[in-house]
DNA sequence: AGCCAACTGTGTCCTATAGATACTGTTTCC
DNA sequence: GGAAACAGTATCTATAGGACACAGTTGGCT
């Protein structure tokens, strides 16, 4: 298992494209690598993806551990699996509600927002250089095809296709963000015992509002958006 | 290790600010938590986040590795000292640039991104429910302190705060964020095979300018704060 | 029809990891 | 000056991913 960033193999590729000749001789498979990525999906989303080791996963399936090394080359292989399993079929962009640029990216985010809230373990495991399969793939092209009216670059279309994914990350449920929504009971009175050192927090902390229960979903999708027409707007005048 | 989100045990917070209570007999310390964490700083720096293990830190520094288990109740706490450690000490906002909060929050984000492109295991490793030690906490307190004088209400402040730090994450030198900057040789490669499924990305591929250096940082930069400008600016008037 | 090569799934072994526990020796307070 | 409290060590365990050799099964070729 990697742990840090790392050049994925060519096999990952093969494997998640289905570009993995079958062979023709032996005994039938029993397994796949489809009841395999689902069991391991089934076991990140009920317990963790501390759970999913590849003894569990098997015995999850009445096999032993080394049977999945025959449809996995290792357990990288098995979360990039994983991942593409977990992202789901990519919306079709005619069917998006609105006619122009704005309302169709917001639907997208909001539907990417419901694909990542279901597998909340997604974030740790797509980090890093990865090599995406068609799922992951097919949302991206959704991103650029609905961002393409904007009129802005390439490299800035898909920097904004990026961050917007990155904020989806960023207001899950499960907050993955480094600081808290806003902040948890023990930060909380970590702050008051040192209010000398962080007053603006401290302040903040005794007479903010509650937090939105969408971690500020919307509202950053928002903030963004705004910079977008914005931008537009300066170039086309 | 905790691969998972987990809450933080109290002790790690008494660890990071320095409420363990030191004993009085026995005898004398060699090691530190300083030198501990500074040792695993390295190591992370220099080879990645994977080459840091109890027995690596322990063998760098000379000393067994159980011996670091008296510092530290295990690696969790080690990472969160690094952690904070690797932060570095937050700006003082009365020296940043600027007289506004625009200029002051975007020197704010260069600095962060500057102190955590230094350290590219960092977002690796501030997933999840976390506490913050003394030195994330100075640099949130800095980025609030900054934005109080936008008028948003205290959790769109924080929502902010930590929309940007997530944004500087995203766009970190070493590509953290889930798709590549933003296609690798290889992902190229394949859509060009795939070019009937995903034609907006191939064409988009194909006459595409490259990627800007600074892997979009400051072009996110700049729509989020266009779209809070716009958000005041609707308010005030 | 039969045989061999190719294949699936299993059992066993190896390495690295985090960590528990019992120890040896050192320091300081009573 | 003695005993409690501590630092660092040595040894052991559990769990992880994975290598490798094997037994049984299947299809293609002669």
Known sequence: MVTDSEVPADGTIQ????????PTRGPKPVLSLERIAQAAVDIADAEGLAAVSMQRVAADLDFTKMSLYRYVTGKDELVAAMIDLAAGDPPVVAELPGRTWRPRIEAWVRLLGEAWDAHPWLP??????????????????????????????????????????????????????????????????????????????????????????????????RLILDGVERLIAERTS
């Open 15 to 22: 494997l998640l494209w289905g570009l993995r000749d079958g």
């Open 124 to 221: 740790w495991v797509t980090m890093g250089d990865r090599v995406m399969g068609p799922n992951e793939t097919g949302w991206t092209e959704a991103s650029a095809a609905i961002l393409a009216e904007t009129g802005l670059s390439v490299p800035e279309r898909m920097a904004l296709a990026r961050m917007l994914g990155g904020h989806v990350r960023a207001t899950m449920s499960v907050s993955t963000a480094g600081t808290q929504p806003w902040v948890s009971r023990r930060q909380a009175a970590l702050l008051e015992e040192h209010a000398d050192r962080f007053p603006v927090l401290v302040t903040m902390l005794r007479d903010g509002e509650p937090d939105p229960p969408d971690n500020g979903r919307e509202f950053g999708l």
